[in-house]
């Protein structure tokens, strides 16, 4: 989601990310919401052009206001879970 699961404004985002596995640096990305999300592709367009790694993708420091979004977006999300990091832990 683009914003928390507590805002009525809240929209699914697809979002793919694509490195290169030797050297982790990201080479693509996309990104596909019925809202828009540009904000999203200029970020990673600098990265890309400064060639920011998967890893350092989580680290990204992104935008926080309490009420109206989370401490992890979905970028942040993205890059936690190829370092096999869960942000939303499930329960057994």
């Not at 060639?51 to 942040?76: A, G, M, W, Y």
């Amino acid at each position: 989601l683009d914003r928390p699961e507590f805002m009525s404004t809240a929209n699914e985002v697809l979002f793919k990310v694509v490195w290169d596995k030797k050297t982790r640096k990201i080479i693509g990305a996309q990104v596909a919401s019925e809202k828009n999300h540009t904000e999203v592709m200029y970020m990673l367009a600098l990265g890309i052009q400064k060639d920011l790694t998967i890893d350092e993708l989580p680290l990204v420091d992104i935008f926080f206001l309490p009420h109206f979004n989370k401490p992890f977006n979905f970028i942040s999300l993205a890059g936690l879970e190829v370092l096999g990091l869960n942000y939303f832990k499930k329960e057994k």
